[in-house]
């Protein structure tokens, strides 16, 4: 019986527009699905990840084979000086190793001699290897490896941003559903009140009712009318606030028109993990961190590797074509190779861009472990804050209840004359309090299981 008071009070409270042939319902989860399709948010998540995808390219343009040539060429007075032509092919691998191959031709009256070669040219082909700094990692591997870093977040904070987006819609949706309950029963508090002004006026006249009572009724409108304007004043508000969200395909705003929020179900409980603490280790603002650590790793490696000395070598076999073919002729007897060699005396340089990215890493794995303690007391605090709420919720229905089973005991009396307009107004004015407190505490219950989510950040699909 108490259960069935309580869903009856509240859609007596409420059925006035629910009952209008041209209202629409718009339940929470189609509000939900069309803000994270539609809004520019959404839009702006997915151009994240494309930058991430953009990145990972740009990075490994650095391991683009690279075709390159030049021609240097001198005539004066009728003679050639000299004439150097040269093609070649360049190949980085991950290795730190690049293959290189290509073609020579030179010719001239004054060619420098180490620059002569076979009538038909000469075609080479080798490698260039670092074996000093270098050789582990160098500047173009670790650009890769953070740009492989980097996609990895993009996705974790695509992920985020859609849940930001879906908790602050969701808040702005329940705003919506109080302010339009409150409305309704304020909306309802004032018809009731107009009848029984008028109820008391023709008792008035005819001497079943003091005339004071018909004063104290028409004050009793007038302070309905009051509270249904603020009521009203705030729902348009949050109808404002809730078309902030609604978009539609190509990012164009829509108008909520005669949309009603749906009637939510009597309880709807957050189905919360048995143990917060696995969930925390792999919670999505730790991720950032984790790979924020990894990536100043990266760049500590390849720093260290700053302090060995640059060690290059550089070997070519080269062949003369016979009928553009190098094979033929080809000796390992003929060849080019070459060795350079360079290694800062202090590495003062080097040593002190080792500390920093050293410090960063260490001020980096601090933030960490602030994070994780931060996050552990948000998720419990939230987690806290939602159970005793929703115990007030449940508290608040069963007063609403009593409260109204208090009314109706009073109307009854009101209406066989022997209980007064007074009394009636107070049983009345305790229902409509308990009914707007019932309101605020499934609407608080509801923000902090968004806010809950929110912090839980469950996947969207």
């Not at 007596?12 to 509000?31: E, H, K, M, N, P």
């Not at 080798?126 to 173009?140: A, K």
């Not at 904070?157 to 329940?174: G, H, M, P, T, V």
């Not at 969930?279 to 720093?303: A, C, G, T, W, Y």
Request: charged share 25%.
């Amino acid at each position: 019986m108490k259960l069935t008071a309580v869903i009856f009070s509240v859609l007596f409270l409420i059925r006035g527009i629910v009952a209008q042939d041209s209202t629409q319902v718009l339940t929470y989860d189609q509000f939900i699905k069309q803000v994270l399709e539609n809004h520019p948010y959404a839009y702006q998540a997915a151009i994240v990840l494309e930058k991430g995808e953009s990145t990972i390219r740009k990075s490994r343009g650095a391991f683009d084979p690279k075709l390159m040539g030049n021609a240097n060429q001198k005539y004066f007075d009728g003679t050639q000086y000299y004439s150097r032509l040269n093609g070649a092919l360049k190949v980085p691998t991950w290795f730190g190793i690049s293959l290189e191959s290509g073609y020579e031709i030179n010719e001239g009256s004054y060619l420098n001699p180490e620059n002569r070669v076979p009538d038909a040219g000469l075609w080479y082909a080798g490698v260039r290897m670092e074996l000093g700094n270098g050789l582990i990692i160098d500047q173009r591997r670790a650009e890769l490896e953070k740009a492989k870093l980097y996609q990895q977040s993009t996705i974790i904070e695509n992920q985020i941003l859609l849940n930001e987006l879906k908790r602050d819609a969701s808040i702005a949706y329940w705003d919506w559903y109080r302010s339009y309950q409150e409305m309704n029963i304020y909306q309802t508090a004032l018809q009731n009140a107009v009848t029984r002004l008028e109820a008391t006026k023709g008792a008035a006249e005819f001497g079943d009712r003091p005339l004071i009572d018909t004063v104290e009724a028409s004050l009793l409108v007038q302070n309905r009318k009051i509270s249904l304007i603020k009521a009203t004043t705030k729902y348009k508000n949050s109808i404002q606030k809730m078309e902030m969200y609604l978009w539609d395909e190509g990012m164009i705003p829509l108008e909520l028109n005669n949309a009603i929020p749906e009637i939510a179900s009597e309880k709807k409980d957050l189905l919360l993990p048995l143990s917060l603490d696995s969930l925390i280790q792999d919670h999505p603002f730790l991720s950032m961190n984790r790979l924020m650590l990894d990536q100043l790793e990266v760049d500590l490696k390849l720093k260290r590797e700053q302090l060995k000395p640059q060690v290059t070598l550089k070997y070519n076999a080269i062949s003369e074509p016979v009928n553009g073919n190098p094979l033929p002729s080809y000796s390992s007897s003929n060849y080019t190779w070459g060795a350079t060699f360079a290694y800062p005396l202090f590495l003062r340089k080097e040593r002190g861009e080792v500390q920093l990215a050293n410090l960063k890493l260490q001020e980096q794995e601090v933030k960490f472990k602030t994070e994780t303690a931060k996050l552990t007391y948000n998720l419990n605090s939230v987690v806290n804050d939602y159970y005793m709420n929703l115990e007030q919720f449940e508290m608040t229905k069963d007063m609403l209840s009593s409260s109204f089973s208090l009314f109706e005991a009073e109307r009854t009396l009101f209406e066989l004359g022997e209980s007064s307009v007074f009394m009636i107004n107070s049983r009345e004015n305790y229902w409509l309090q308990i009914g707007i407190q019932n309101i605020q505490s499934e609407n608080l219950c509801r923000t902090i299981q968004a806010e809950l989510e929110y912090l839980l950040m469950p996947t969207i699909k």
